[in-house]
């Protein structure tokens, strides 16, 4: 039974000493509870305490309470079997095991299933306790079988229990006094009774200075100056738990000067608290809690921040695909979102740092797909954007732009894909005027693309707010698809082995947005203005299209013709008639063969030869 407990019940080591110290106190509680009404209970030892000490020679560690102690029945009855150590159903017990006038002994000493958490750093566990109505007995086991026997040695505890661990090879690091201090604060601060540990600390103390024959002759009150300081180490009993629950007592019934005190020693901190909340919250969970605020921040507060970036690389997709399909926790993950942006070349940026950095009057988060970040940020989408100093994140892995469309907003702010419809710039009564203007300048350029020259290709021609260098860029609806998300969709359709080409978004026709202030759209404006059927311009609005079709990460559904079409401006643009043909090479004629002289060599055979010879002969020949 014990192995099963050990075995199944414990995970984590370190717990047993909380687990002891524990039913420690349950002891203390129960002792204390009994003088109430018995005055003759602490009379063998008034002191309520808990100390734990360490023997690293002989590899033991030692926990020892002033508690009720257990009889040599209760050692045998409870320590062989799972009891159950809770005070609260030892006091119900016994009010009901009173009225009814039943003796209450059997209850008193139980341990509860924490008392085998020892075996997890034990190979044996000695148990020496003595009850007020017993002698002093040992209880001793190696998990697999037990015995008690009376104590050889009397009564050395007076009243209480030590638990005596034999710890395992492994365990030695629990006779280490830091490790025993640290457990001892993580766990049982907050423990009704004193909990003191066996230390050493060292002192300063001055000894007299050994003299010789003549120095002892001299006056008495000159020997007495004559003494050094000395450093001794000395071991003593180290309070750990000074702390005391205050927040279990009411608000009105704590004082000022007890917060502060127990804000210092908790937290360390040389400073009083800023302020302080004390409040109780009920509810399914009822909780008291003491809510301080520090005068400073802490120190070290933000040293780990992004130290877990290992394993951001590790999970990050992870949290992408979260975004999308945990609708519930989708506005959380958000915030462990980590993206390259414009703002930097080497780190990355969550959604809030983003948010905190946005220009005055930016209404929402741009951001750019591709399939790397030198795509995302040569695209010809983002060169407003970057001159005007807008912040722009770069969306470089295949999940990125799903993650992005599955978030309706961030911290009130609406994420635009800056490859689409719908980038517009805060303007001045002046820069609408002459962006007009431009626009009635440019109409029938933008009119012939849509009606006549790309009627086929293109939705409509505008121009462009976003383009500062590009003539022009290819820009999808703002339910259509961008060039990385088709080149996305198609890649998962040849896998998959279906057509996307009657797919409603791929089908969908794109706006062309040209750039008024390129030199080559202002020449096409001219020619077309002279000449609607300028095949020359024509050809241009095919190949500027086509090119802005490839920098805008979309592909070209005829290669070839694109080819051809480079090939046709590049003849006129170095005075090559199109009509022109590839020089060809000549044919060379075929060479005659050369003449069989094997006759003229089976001549020079020798007519005497014999007949194998002449056989081997012409089969060389043959070779």
Known sequence: MMKLIINSLYKNKEIFLRELISNASDALDKIRLLSLTNEDALASNEELTIKIKSDKEKNMLHITDTGIGMTKEELVKNLGTIAKSGT????????????????????????????????????????????????????????NQFSVIEDPRGNTLGRGTTITLVLKEEASDYLELETIKNLVRKYSQFINFPIYIWASKTETVEEPIEEDAETAEEPEK???????????????????????????????EVEEDEYKAFYKTFSKDSEEPLSHIHFTAEGEVTFKSILFVPTSAPRGLFDEYGSKKNDYIKFGTNIKLGVIEDHSNRTRLAKLLRFQ???????????????ERMKEKQEKIYFMAGTSRKEAESSPFVEKLLKKGYEVIYLTEPVDEYCIQALPEFDGKRFQNVAKEGVKFDESEKAKEKREALEKEFEPLTTWLKDKALKEQIEKAVLSQRLTNSPCALVASQYGWSGNMERIMKAQAYQTGKDISTNYYASQKKTLEINPKHPLIKQMLNRVTNDAEDQTASDLAVVLFETATLRSGYQLADTKAYGDRIERMLRLSMNVPLDEQVEEEPEEEPEEPAEDDSEDKEDIVDEDDDEESVRTFTTRLKF
């Open 88 to 143: 609260s159903e030892f006091l119900n017990k016994m009010t009901e095991m009173q009225s009814e006038g039943q003796s209450t002994s059997e209850l008193i000493g139980q341990f509860g299933v924490g008392f085998y958490s020892a075996f997890l750093i034990a190979d044996k566990v000695i148990v020496t306790s003595k009850h007020n109505n017993d002698t002093q007995h040992i209880w001793e086991s190696d998990s």
């Open 222 to 252: 000159e020997a007495a100056e004559d003494e050094a300081e000395v450093e001794k180490t000395v071991w003593d009993w180290e309070l750990m738990n000074d702390i005391k629950p205050i927040w279990q007592r009411p608000a009105k």
């Open 341 to 355: 942006t414009s703002h930097s070349e080497t780190e990355v940026a969550s959604l809030e740092q983003y948010v």
